[in-house]
């Protein structure tokens, strides 16, 4: 199967199988996996850490050639519990993603992720490089705390409504310290005022992820109460313990997987992760590829950002690496 001369999306397609992966007396995570079963394993990594894996991701990779792996970190989506943070680290996603793809008996996939995903990816790869075949990686967030930062306070340079929105509401009392704040309604005993907490990060977050605004789009988006609920919840969780990574690490150790081919995409305006992390990614790794979306934000769902990974996913099934000058020639994005 092809994809369209536009890079659009594959056609929608089921899982052949699904199921949840007890990962403890606690925790179980939602995995499926649809397309080729002898075709190349790829796997999905989502973003948030609560976002969890929508079904239109299926539709990035062509089912004839690829063995299509799709799951929900501890805490997103359809993993049980929804929004638990007990037991729930970086370090235990990696070896969370490490048990699923023994589970599936998978020797070696291609690991595409975007936003957290990407965080996620590196950190998994660095651990296990041998379970890799090579990287595609959208919107580089790399969880430092300018990052953290940045979101909670620098993107209201950008979105001055949203971020008024996101903070408005808070009483003036407890301005000084917005992240405190939230935590103390996402994680109180009133589920009302959890899950209003969690809508109002989670439409920020919409809000700002768009170079061209839409806020029907937004509107759709919050009405996705696990989404939105595991989001708000993990998010805040992951920033408070500065997303369980040491400073710097990610690229301190990029040598562990510098000899796996790797696409990195980003939009040019991307304000919740903005190109810099990008771009110190593409410096410290020989040999990766960086393409710069001149017109989008943060969004895999913006047409500029969709066309372009479906485009690289396209050129590995054919090439098993990624080269700069082919990619620019082989198509429009």
Same mark, same amino acid.
């Given at each position: 199967m092809d994809a369209t001369p536009e890079f659009d999306f594959f056609p929608p397609l089921e899982p052949r199988r699904s199921g949840l992966l007890r990962l403890d007396d606690l925790h179980e995570i939602y995995w499926e996996e649809c397309g080729n079963?002898?075709?190349?394993?790829?796997?999905?990594?989502?973003?948030?850490?609560?976002?969890?894996?929508?079904?239109?991701?299926r539709r990035?990779?062509?089912?004839?050639?690829?063995?299509?792996?799709?799951?929900?970190?501890?805490?997103?989506?359809r993993a049980k519990p929804l929004g638990e943070v007990e037991r729930n680290t970086t370090q235990l996603l990696v070896e969370d993603m490490e048990a699923l793809r023994k589970m599936l008996d998978v020797d070696k996939w291609l690991v595409?992720?975007?936003?957290?995903?990407?965080?996620?990816?590196?950190?998994?790869?660095?651990?296990?490089?041998?379970?890799?075949?090579?990287?595609?990686l &959208?919107? +580089?967030?790399?969880? *430092?705390?300018?990052?953290?930062?940045?979101?909670?306070? %620098?993107?209201?340079?950008?979105? @001055?409504?949203?971020?008024d929105d996101f903070i408005g509401w808070i009483p003036q009392a407890e301005k000084h310290d917005i992240l405190t704040a939230y935590e103390k309604r996402l994680?109180?005993?009133?589920?009302?005022?959890?899950?209003?907490?969690?809508?109002?990060?989670?439409?920020?977050?919409?809000?700002?992820?768009?170079?061209?605004?839409?806020?029907?789009?937004?509107?759709?988006?919050?009405?996705?109460?696990?989404?939105?609920?595991?989001?708000?919840r993990l998010d805040a969780f992951y920033f408070r313990n500065s997303m369980f990574l040491e400073p710097g690490k990610l690229i &301190?150790? +990029?040598?562990?997987? *510098?000899?796996?081919?790797?696409?990195?995409?980003?939009? %040019?305006?991307?304000?919740?992760? @903005?190109?810099a992390a990008a771009y110190a990614i593409h410096r410290a790794w020989p040999g990766s590829v960086l393409h710069v979306v001149a017109d989008a934000g943060h969004s895999p769902s913006e047409p500029g950002i969709r066309s372009k990974v479906i485009q690289t996913i396209e050129y590995y099934k054919r090439n098993k690496r990624f080269d700069a000058a082919a990619l620019q020639a082989s198509g429009p994005v």
């Amino acid at each position: 199967m092809d994809a369209t001369p536009e890079f659009d999306f594959f056609p929608p397609l089921e899982p052949r199988r699904s199921g949840l992966l007890r990962l403890d007396d606690l925790h179980e995570i939602y995995w499926e996996e649809c397309g080729n079963p002898d075709g190349i394993p790829v796997v999905y990594v989502h973003g948030g850490p609560g976002g969890g894996s929508s079904p239109d991701k299926r539709r990035w990779y062509d089912p004839d050639a690829y063995r299509i792996i799709l799951f929900d970190q501890r805490g997103a989506f359809r993993a049980k519990p929804l929004g638990e943070v007990e037991r729930n680290t970086t370090q235990l996603l990696v070896e969370d993603m490490e048990a699923l793809r023994k589970m599936l008996d998978v020797d070696k996939w291609l690991v595409t992720g975007g936003s957290w995903g990407t965080t996620l990816s590196l950190a998994y790869g660095q651990t296990y490089p041998d379970a890799c075949l090579g990287f595609v990686l &959208r919107g +580089i967030f790399l969880g *430092s705390p300018d990052e953290i930062d940045w979101f909670m306070r %620098g993107m209201r340079r950008f979105f @001055p409504k949203a971020h008024d929105d996101f903070i408005g509401w808070i009483p003036q009392a407890e301005k000084h310290d917005i992240l405190t704040a939230y935590e103390k309604r996402l994680f109180g005993k009133d589920a009302d005022a959890r899950m209003d907490a969690a809508r109002r990060w989670f439409k920020y977050t919409e809000s700002c992820s768009l170079l061209r605004h839409d806020p029907d789009l937004v509107e759709e988006a919050v009405k996705n109460d696990p989404v939105v609920y595991g989001t708000g919840r993990l998010d805040a969780f992951y920033f408070r313990n500065s997303m369980f990574l040491e400073p710097g690490k990610l690229i &301190r150790d +990029i040598g562990r997987i *510098s000899h796996l081919p790797v696409m990195i995409i980003q939009g %040019g305006h991307d304000v919740i992760a @903005p190109p810099a992390a990008a771009y110190a990614i593409h410096r410290a790794w020989p040999g990766s590829v960086l393409h710069v979306v001149a017109d989008a934000g943060h969004s895999p769902s913006e047409p500029g950002i969709r066309s372009k990974v479906i485009q690289t996913i396209e050129y590995y099934k054919r090439n098993k690496r990624f080269d700069a000058a082919a990619l620019q020639a082989s198509g429009p994005v």
